[in-house]
């Protein structure tokens, strides 16, 4: 049961957080891993879980396509795609942020996303399963979190019409929509930790391998029929208010 035996998936962003536990979770459930970033170290990385290593900048067409092609060569069509790689900048508010900042977001954020997804797809073994990594910060927005709020919430739209697009050749489309996540973009010091824990029912961050489970599950053809969903994955966050926000708003 939710065997990828034979499978082979390709994971940007797959040098740390999200994206790493996600390689070793599909890896364990018997994927061939193609990891892809930019970090000098990605070699010894993969090593260290067994994955195979592409470098490149997603916000570079021509290294996404060369990462691809050689994955595809070295390991097989692909099953799989993790299209995870991403950058925050909460913060700063609409008036604080001009339109520099705006777009170097929306080019990793948004474009990059849909490059790896254009190039991806003619590369991709019919009946296979491309997950997108959203966020809530779609769904449910906070001040400061204007360009990260808006592309995430993007990101929900392209991967419903990747669905749509896809389905005659039975490649499933979701996304997934974290709340925080500890990694690098979230040290423990980091103002949204202390937020998180008033904000969220369960009162904590998320961790990697939390969020590598859902990927885990959507990849697999045991779900074949899960396709064009956005799925929180946010410790009860969107559905209401919880105990830590109301003990906290009645004291």
């Known amino acids: ?24 979770r599909l890896i ?24 195979r290593f592409y470098r490149a900048d997603v916000t570079a067409e021509e290294t996404v396509v060369a990462a691809l092609d050689a994955a595809r060569r070295e390991l097989g069509p692909i099953d799989v795609l ?11 508010t609409i008036e604080e942020s001009g339109a520099e900042e705006f777009q170097r977001l929306m080019d990793v954020d948004l474009k990059a996303p849909y490059v790896v997804l254009h190039h991806a ?72 930790v202390g937020l998180v824990k008033i904000l969220c029912p369960q009162a904590r961050v998320c961790e990697p391998e939390e969020v590598a489970a859902l990927v885990h599950f959507l990849a697999a053809d045991d779900c074949r029929y899960l396709s ?3 799925i929180p994955i946010d410790g009860a966050l969107l559905a209401g208010y919880g105990y830590p926000l109301l003990s906290k708003l009645m004291s």
């Open 1 to 24: 049961m939710f065997s990828l035996a034979g499978k082979v998936a390709f994971i940007t962003g797959g040098t740390a957080g999200i994206g790493l536990a996600a390689a070793r």
């Open 28 to 51: 364990k459930a018997g994927a061939s891993v193609a990891i892809v970033g930019r970090r000098a170290e990605g070699e010894r990385i993969a090593a260290e879980i067994g994955a």
């Open 82 to 92: 993790f299209n995870n790689a991403g950058i925050e900048n909460t913060g700063p």
């Open 121 to 192: 797809a003619s590369r991709m073994r019919d009946g296979g399963s491309i997950i997108i990594s959203s966020s809530v910060a779609g769904f449910a927005q906070l001040p400061g979190y204007s360009q990260y709020s808006a592309a995430k919430a993007a990101l929900v739209s392209l991967a419903k019409t990747a669905a749509l697009e896809l389905a005659p050749r039975g490649i499933r489309v979701n996304a997934i929509c974290p709340s925080s996540v500890w990694s690098e973009m979230l040290p423990p010091d980091h103002p949204e």
């Open 228 to 230: 064009g969903a956005a």
